[in-house]
């Protein structure tokens, strides 16, 4: 009979085709072009976000600052976490700052 194996889910890099030649050494790309790549994959919402957090707002005063309703608040940050691969909000502000995704 045969085996399942269960498969892992693969990171955002290889699902954006990065490494698509990493085996052959010279193709391997540099953390620099990574980066450049992941760079659009938050919407400006959702890095808005994750910048008022970075600055010590609640969600609801993100909210109110942004003119938005706390459950669209709550639905960026879960698709900035997601996309950042964190599992919380102030583990996606860390991820997104040591990628440079906040900058203005």
Known sequence: MPRFVASRAQPSYYRF?????ANLGSDFP???SVIEAMRP??????AQCLRLLA???GTKQIAHQLGLRLKSVDAYLLHARQKLGAKTST???VV????GLLEE
């Open 17 to 21: 085709g990065i490494f698509k030649n």
């Open 30 to 32: 540099s953390p620099a």
């Open 41 to 46: 994959m938050l919407s400006p919402r959702e």
């Open 55 to 57: 600055q010590g707002e």
């Open 91 to 93: 583990h996606a502000v």
């Open 96 to 99: 997104a700052l040591a990628m």
